[in-house]
């Protein structure tokens, strides 16, 4: 589990946080900064700034920040930045019937993006995994993405030498699994002491998924339905708020 460095640096965690934010969810202006980061806007302009002069942020013609060439993909971002404010309401109401941190993931190819994070109150808990990229097809979120997806175009994902996955067909068996039964779990695959269980948001356009997360002491099976019933509900109120329900 990833815990916070004990002498952590706070102006580089702001710095890296909002090089994050305009990578994965596009333009931001100093004031939306400000309140992403809870901080004055003075400061908020001050980071943005030094991205600016390192590259890794610039400024377009409505005076915006967005992306610099440091940042920037052959790709385009996926737009996440409103199914994010649409979703955090009920990543909090999932955190607190939970008491475990919740996570939103948008899978952009074979990688799975954490734009939200709602952190539980217990001493021992999962971390605000907000900018982190884990594997797809290892995260339970992306796990649970991918299976919505037609098994051709899975297979075209992960064939070829370069490929994450060694057995594509065994990955295939498992995500129709995961379609069957509706969610998936992530024991421990990508990090040591970390299970999470999460769930597909049936959204048009956007491949968003949602989790919880916890410290696999308090993993329990027989919790599994009760886990994916609520991960089910919450998808389902984003999909509706969204318009896409």
Do not use: K
């Not at 590259?55 to 052959?74: N, T």
Request: contains cysteine.
């Amino acid at each position: 589990m990833q815990n916070r460095p004990t002498y952590g640096i706070q102006s580089v965690d702001y710095a890296l946080r909002l090089a994050a934010m305009l990578q994965q969810e596009g333009p931001l202006r100093v004031s939306e900064a400000a309140e992403r980061l809870g901080v004055a806007r003075s400061t908020a302009h001050r980071l943005l700034a030094m991205l600016v002069y390192r590259d890794f942020a610039e400024q377009d013609e409505d005076r915006r920040y967005v992306a610099g060439p440091v940042l920037r993909r052959p790709t385009t971002p996926e737009p996440a930045a409103e199914l994010r404010r649409v979703a955090l309401p009920h990543l909090q109401d999932l955190t607190a019937r939970t008491d475990e941190t919740t996570n939103l993931v948008v899978v952009v190819g074979d990688q799975a993006r954490f734009v939200a994070s709602v952190e539980c109150d217990r001493v021992l808990r999962v971390g605000d995994r907000g900018g982190r990229v884990l594997p797809a097809h290892l995260a339970s979120g992306g796990r649970a993405v991918l299976a919505t997806r037609d098994e051709d175009e899975l297979r075209a994902l992960y064939r070829g030498a370069e490929s994450p996955v060694a057995d594509v067909d065994g990955l295939v068996r498992e995500l129709r699994r995961i379609r069957r039964q509706g969610f998936a779990v992530n024991d421990q695959r990508t990090e040591t002491g970390v299970t999470a269980v999460g769930a597909a948001v049936p959204t048009d356009g956007l491949a968003g998924g949602i989790s919880i997360s916890m410290p696999t002491a308090r993993y329990r099976r027989d919790r599994l339905t009760e886990w994916a019933g609520l991960l089910a509900a919450t998808a389902r109120g984003i999909a509706r708020d969204l318009g896409a329900g």
